[in-house]
DNA sequence: CTCATTCGTTCAATGCTTGAACTTAGTGCG
DNA sequence: CGCACTAAGTTCAAGCATTGAACGAATGAG
């Protein structure tokens, strides 16, 4: 690494430092300059290549007080663009996202996934992909990949719900069929950086956590998703509540999961989808107000555990949760102030995700636009 | 921040590897430059300021083989040394290191410390560090302190078992008896820190547990001490086993604690104290193996949803559990096999400390050499 | 003594940010 | 209309740690 080398590195995290401070919103070379603490002359020189490649525009100048009128920078409108892909038990999702954090296009296509060989769902995503971005002569960035399962060195490592993309290499095949640069992630890791990245919903550390069949949890450790050693960071669901308790799955026994899984909180509630349930908490149901509540009972001291463990202050619930967020929050939010130990000190918030359904694939496509900025070299490919 | 700084940094970057290598043996400036990946030229520049400093010794050359012979470079036998300081609820304890990692002077002095207001604490703190320090000429980096107790921005904002101290700033008060730097930190993390630093104990991510009044865990991610948002990480005595189990000084119920605690495991053995409970163990009691064993198996279950949640894969038993290792292991390694997901993958390795009750103010005085050798600017200070 | 071998030193070349000076492009006021 | 004023953006020489190649130093083998 010569003395050159290192400059170049310096000149990378700078451009980083840039294009970070434009997702958060355009500027003018003077705006970006105060706001990074470069200056006026580095900010010339480092944008005239994001222009010159298409990745900036120049807008036409405001005309706003005294002196010379600024000309604010702003991502281009047919510059490059992530594709965020999902397969989960249940449907299949793609959407396209702006450098800007906009996202372009967006597909759900409900379709049970669990007997398709994991050629075919490559193929039906390849698909998917290629409606999405058919339209449009804009650079494809890549395209992140969340599936349902622990993903370690790009390989599925484990997968409950769907086990025939165990072993398989899917970010290759899928990289395949489109000729474009697949990451494989989890979908727990990529709902949380949803809530991150472009826009940062907590503005701190904070855990997202979601259930569909399992109950999966996302952690945000200094701004970066903590993966752990080997993909397996945030078991939620496997955390033990009943030491002695229900046997699991897993071979373990009293698992967060099997008393706050949603398959769980249907079960009690005497109701076979999420819809059905929602439609009951609003006609006042009271059997499915009470499943949801025991549930939420459960996952507070799951959630306890882990903020005694990570010592993150915000607990942001998502997916499903977030359906049934205003018949959960009130016992979830009573475990966590009777049993974190912190609590006293600075309260501790739960948050309902604002995302929605759309959360997974934006994180996937997040994926995607994160890298490009803070690896600006990407950019210029 | 000038590319003139930026240049800095990268020397300095470069000095800390440099360092970091010595720091796991000495060699000459051939063998460094070999293990940095740094050229020889780099060496020669960047040991002479440390040479000429005292901070680093050149030895008589070692004739072995062919050519030129090489003079190995060593940290210098009377270069700077760190002092580590541990106020514990029953002892008093400091020790000195040097930068090569090797401990010159030990004092551990038992005593109450509960009643004892903090200003006679810093007395009786300073006092061993000048009984220990005093006949050498060589220059102090600083202290580091440890407490039973969570410090978060330099205060001490949570400290059960030494009350007297919760909202002290012990380490301006420590500074200005010494005239030395102080950093303080929790006992918890300093004793995983010591089993990281200078030497590591496990090679990887680990997690360093042990009992006292309470159980504490400290987590190393990434080779970094994790210490969360506000220095409440690791709080593995208050995972919750049994949510509707034994109410706890915490405020909640079924907390490791209460099941896993060493004055748990005393009273159901029957002891008063561990040296009692160790002998007894020794002569084959069968009361205090049941009383240990029970406590592995609640602490086995609170490490497994530990590991769930950070994914790591080594536990470490220091403390009083390192003295009870023998008959701990079983029942701990047995819920961990039966509870931890990741576990069917690789194996969960589960090691006793060979640190015993110097460990706490190893990483204290550790502390101190880890940030001079990161930060060698102070060196030269 | 000479050659081979390895250790350690010397030295010119390299390139990105900076800050000051400068140019550009507007507004405001007489 | 013209001149002072203001702010945006551009130009340019200066500054420094690593490098790699060439060189000097120190020893063993023959």
């Known amino acids: 690494m010569t003395t050159v080398d290192h400059l170049r590195q310096v000149r990378l995290g ?33 944008t005239e290549p994001l222009l010159a490649g298409g990745i900036l525009v120049e807008e036409p100048a405001t005309l706003v007080g005294m002196g010379r009128p600024s000309k604010p920078l702003r991502f281009h409108p047919a510059g490059p663009v992530a594709v965020g892909a999902e397969i989960n038990v249940s449907h299949l999702a793609v959407e396209t996202l702006g450098l800007d954090g906009e996202t372009l296009e967006r597909r759900l296509v409900p379709a049970d996934m669990r007997r398709i ?14 409606e999405v971005t058919g339209g449009s002569e804009r650079r494809l960035l890549g395209v992140g990949l969340a599936i349902p399962g622990v993903v370690h060195d790009g390989a599925i490592v484990r997968a409950p719900n769907l086990p025939e993309l165990v072993g398989t290499r899917l970010a290759e095949g899928l990289g395949e069929r489109t000729g ?72 373990s026994r009293g698992c967060v999961e099997r008393y706050a899984g949603l398959d769980v909180i249907l ?80 309260h501790t918030r739960l ?19 994160r890298r490009a900025v803070q690896q600006p070299e990407r950019l210029f490919a």
């Open 267 to 346: 079960r009690e509630a005497g109701r076979r989808r999420l819809d059905s349930l929602r439609r009951a908490l609003e006609a006042g149901d009271p059997k499915a107000a009470e499943a949801v509540r025991k549930a939420g009972e459960a996952l507070g001291v799951g959630i306890a555990t882990l903020m005694n463990l990570f010592d993150v202050p915000t607990v942001v619930l998502g997916g499903s949760y977030a359906v049934l967020y205003d018949h959960l929050r009130e016992a979830v939010q009573s475990e966590m102030d009777g049993r974190v130990l912190a609590g006293g000190e600075r």
């Open 180 to 251: 474009l640069d697949v990451q494989l992630d989890n979908e727990a890791n990529l709902a949380a950086l949803a809530h991150l990245w472009p826009r940062h919903l907590a503005g701190e550390d904070f855990v997202h956590v979601t259930a569909d069949v399992g109950i999966g949890a996302g952690v945000v450790l200094n701004g970066e998703v903590y993966r752990g050693v080997s993909g397996f960071a945030g078991e939620l669901g496997h955390v033990v509540i009943e030491r002695n308790g229900i046997r699991c799955t897993c071979g």
């Open 14 to 46: 700078n451009l980083r430092t840039v294009l970070l401070a434009l997702v958060d919103r355009p500027g003018s070379r003077a705006d970006l300059a105060a706001r990074t603490g470069l200056t006026k002359a580095t900010l010339s020189n480092l």
């Open 351 to 369: 948050l309902a995700s604002p995302l929605g359904e759309f959360a997974v694939v934006r994180g996937a496509a997040g994926l995607i636009t």
């Open 117 to 130: 060989p994991a050629d075919e769902v490559l193929d039906r995503i390849a698909g998917l992909i290629r």
